[in-house]
C-alpha cells in the first residue's frame, strides 16, 4: 500500500502488512520494519515477548533504528521489564484482561536511576 500523507504534502509512505511468526522472517526484513505488531499466544508470552524484544532490538540496533515501535497484547497480568524499550502507553481494562503495550524501541538504553 503506498499513500500520501497528506493531501498536500509530497510525503509518501509503504507499507506491508505480514501475518506470519515473526520470528521467521528474518534479520533483514526485521530491520526494515519500524513498527510490529505481536500477539502471541498467551501460553508463550512468558518466552515469546522477551525473545521478541531481544531480537527486534538487535535488529533494530544493528540499523541505529531509533523509530522503532512495538505493539504486543499480553495478559493483563503480566509486565514488561527491558531497558532497551520505553512504555508509551499501557492499554487494558484490568489484571485479568487483555492488555497491549506500545513500546518505543531505545537504540540508547535509559539509565535507571
Known amino acids: 500500500m503506498k499513500k500520501s500523507v497528506t493531501a498536500q504534502s509530497s510525503a509518501s509512505f509503504v507499507s506491508q502488512v505480514l501475518a506470519c511468526d515473526v520470528f521467521s522472517l528474518g534479520s ?3 530491520e526494515e520494519a519500524n513498527l510490529v505488531f505481536a500477539d502471541a499466544p498467551y501460553a508463550d508470552v512468558p518466552s515469546a515477548v522477551p525473545r521478541l524484544l531481544d531480537w527486534l532490538g538487535a535488529a533494530w540496533q544493528r540499523t541505529a533504528q ?3 515501535f512495538a505493539v504486543i ?3 493483563g497480568s503480566y509486565s514488561i ?11 487494558g481494562k484490568g489484571r485479568h484482561q487483555p492488555t497491549v503495550f506500545i513500546l518505543k524501541f531505545l537504540c540508547e538504553p535509559e539509565i535507571q536511576s
Do not use: F, R
Open 73 to 75: 497484547e499480553v495478559p
Open 28 to 30: 533483514p526484513l526485521a
Open 81 to 91: 521489564a527491558n531497558h532497551n524499550w520505553k512504555i508509551v502507553s499501557q492499554l
Open 66 to 68: 531509533s523509530a522503532g
